[in-house]
């Protein structure tokens, strides 16, 4: 079954800083979402990707999937407390539909 | 733009009672999900429906059902409920599984078992 890791499990930076969040599969990922969860409410689609060694970006945000497409990342720049909450990386997976990392936890200290 | 709909926002059983989640989408979806989120972890899927009428199990099932009448509505139904259900409950739809077809999620259901 397909799995995905997440690192770090939490991250707590100063306003400004720059970040990475990394998702691993277990398999070759065919399309990786990336979602963002504010504390005690749902989660918002941030950005997909689908092609080896993709890259897009949103405003301060860009994830990337490797040429392997077996790892994405996550990287913020000049951190905002606006970005705290939650990041998720989720992909859809043969058999078992959609499954989803354990998440990261970003604080961003003004 | 309502997109998914869950209610209730929090709901407190105790141990044994049962009770009937809600979920509604207008975005005519096909494809329709339940997921729980314990404390500190990711998303585990508990059941999916890609039409009406259908549905399947996901990676929790166990201690929950589910219907899927109308292409709008997926009710999620625990039965006896345990303290292990303690949980927070999200609904989610998409249009497909296609590349593209992102899921669009429920403000969730917080849900305590005493």
């Known amino acids: 079954s397909q799995e995905l890791e997440q690192s770090p499990q939490s991250l707590i930076v100063q306003e400004g800083k720059n970040l990475t969040i990394n998702c691993t599969s277990s398999?070759?990922?065919?399309?990786l979402y990336w979602y963002k969860q504010k504390y005690g409410e749902g989660l918002i689609f941030l950005m997909m990707?689908?092609?080896?060694?993709e890259e897009k970006s949103h405003e301060k945000i860009t994830a990337k999937l490797d040429e392997k497409k077996q790892q994405s990342s996550l990287h913020i720049t000049a951190s905002q407390p606006s970005h705290a909450g939650i990041y998720l990386c989720?992909?859809?997976?043969?058999?078992?539909?959609?499954?989803f990392g354990p998440g990261t936890r970003l604080s961003v200290l003004p | 733009n309502a997109g998914v709909t869950q209610t209730p926002k929090f709901r407190i059983l105790k141990i044994g009672q049962s009770m009937t989640l809600q979920c509604t989408q207008d975005?005519?979806?096909?494809?329709m999900y339940w997921y729980r989120q314990d404390p500190g972890m990711g998303l585990k899927l508990i059941y999916y429906?890609?039409?009406?009428?259908?549905?399947d199990k996901g990676e929790v099932p166990n201690g929950y059902n589910v219907s899927r009448s109308t292409t709008e509505d997926f009710p999620l139904r625990l039965e006896l409920a345990a303290p292990s259900q303690t949980s927070v409950y999200f609904c989610?739809?998409?249009?497909?599984?296609?590349?593209?077809?992102?899921?669009?999620f429920g403000a969730g259901t917080r849900l305590s078992v005493l």
């Open positions: 398999k070759t990922l065919y399309g």
């Open positions: 989720g992909a859809d997976s043969y058999g078992q539909n959609f499954v």
């Open positions: 429906s890609v039409g009406a009428g259908i549905t």
């Open positions: 989610a739809s998409r249009e497909g599984v296609a590349a593209k077809n992102i899921q669009y």
């Open positions: 990707l689908q092609k080896g060694g």
């Open positions: 975005m005519n979806h096909n494809y």
